[in-house]
């Protein structure tokens, strides 16, 4: 059966909720390339930008793991609706109270939101097809929604520009900025469609949270892994856009550009990665791919020109993310069904948590030392975070040279050697 024969296949709740990421990833990079610019255009510095991006990992920090532990009695479709209609609630306050309090207080509401709707994505995919099918939904999944935001990027890029020539408004100014963020908000509504039809209430008993720590030893050492990353990628990722505007003076067409062939590379990564997973194996998937991109987010941080530091950038990404559905999908393994959300909970505070820290001081550092400091501090974090990955992956007897230790559950042992 060919690759897009498979999604074909797939139950009739799996494609709807394909659908919405689908629409979600796109109506994402339009507003991840907006939504600083607009904030710069409000008069905001990096300060307040960092801790606006601060904002909705530290409402995952607080909430993801007590969600985890209950919305199994809430159900799939109605917890992500609910996440979602927070969201749409947090774009919409963005661009109609954009003082600095309401702002603060929205994106709070949208951190909740994101959290509530995020925390059982993952739990839901797993339980939506069959052992042999995982692998391929997650990495459609993940690969499908990048792509869309392909297209996001491309028209975020115009957009602005659209919008100040068809009603006489300044370019790069507030407005104009506002008026695409709003264009986000519409499409976002769309998203919440496919949701509302999935049928299955999908509940599930809740999780004990003892029982997801009796495995303690592996637990911690996901969590140790998604702190580091979180740490790291705070630091540079939520000002990707503002780097390349501050340093090398980048166009809104042009950001628009190198964002949407940024997306295009991750999701042809992610679409590979369970092809490339099977062939080389699924930890040297995840140790290779994140341990070859850290030479290019220096060339990135540090190439002296625009085309230098771009190309640093469109590398460096799909490299360190092909590996995001294969671990994912590692852990959904590792767990049995009833603790797959207090799992994905924990590591999502773990995950955000470093993002958090990271992200607020960055806007700090920024204002008082610039970028230059803040590129080497995330490539040795990732460093440390690629050598983790290949201690843990030893531990547990994942394709890689070490002692072969029993594993978590009974059966992973040849899960970890597919």
Known sequence: MSYLGRVGGYPRDARLFLLSSIISGFVGSIQGLQFNLYLRALGYGQDFMGVLASIPAFATMALALPFGLVVGKLGYRRAILIGMTLQAVW?????????????????????????????????????????????????FQAGASILAGVGGSALGGVLPGFFSRAFGLPPEGALVYRAALLTTFALYLLAMVPIARIAGTGRWDRPRLRDVLSRR????????????????????IPFANIFFRLKFAASDPTLGTLFAVNALLMGVGSLAAPTL???????????????????????????????????????????????????????????????????????????????????????????????????????????????????????????VPGEVREPVLPGVRAWWRR
């Not at 994106?107 to 391929?136: Q, S």
Request: proline fraction near 5%; include cysteine.
């Open 91 to 139: 774009l919409l306050l963005l661009c109609l109270v954009p003082e600095r309090l309401p702002l603060l207080g929205a994106r709070i509401l949208g951190g909740v939101g994101a959290t509530l709707a995020g925390v059982v994505g993952a739990p839901f995919l797993a339980g939506a097809v069959g052992d042999r099918d995982r692998a391929h939904l997650f990495g």
């Open 277 to 399: 997973a099977a062939r080389i194996g699924r930890g040297r998937t995840v140790v290779l791919s994140q341990g070859l991109s850290l030479p290019f987010l220096l060339l990135w941080g540090f190439g002296p020109t625009l085309t230098w530091a771009a190309l640093g950038y469109l590398i460096r990404t799909p490299l360190m993310n092909l590996a995001g559905p294969v671990f994912s999908l590692l852990v959904m393994e590792l767990f049995p069904s009833d603790m797959r959300s207090g799992m994905n909970g924990i590591l999502m505070v773990s995950w955000n948590a470093g993002w958090a820290l990271g992200s607020l001081a960055s806007g700090y550092l920024q204002e008082a030392l610039g970028f230059s400091y803040l590129f080497p501090c995330t490539a040795a974090l990732y460093a440390v975070a690629v050598y983790l990955n290949w201690k843990a992956f030893r531990h547990l007897g994942v394709d």
């Open 217 to 236: 030893s592996l637990v911690l050492r996901l969590v140790t892994i998604q702190t580091t990353i979180g740490l790291g990628a705070g630091l540079v």
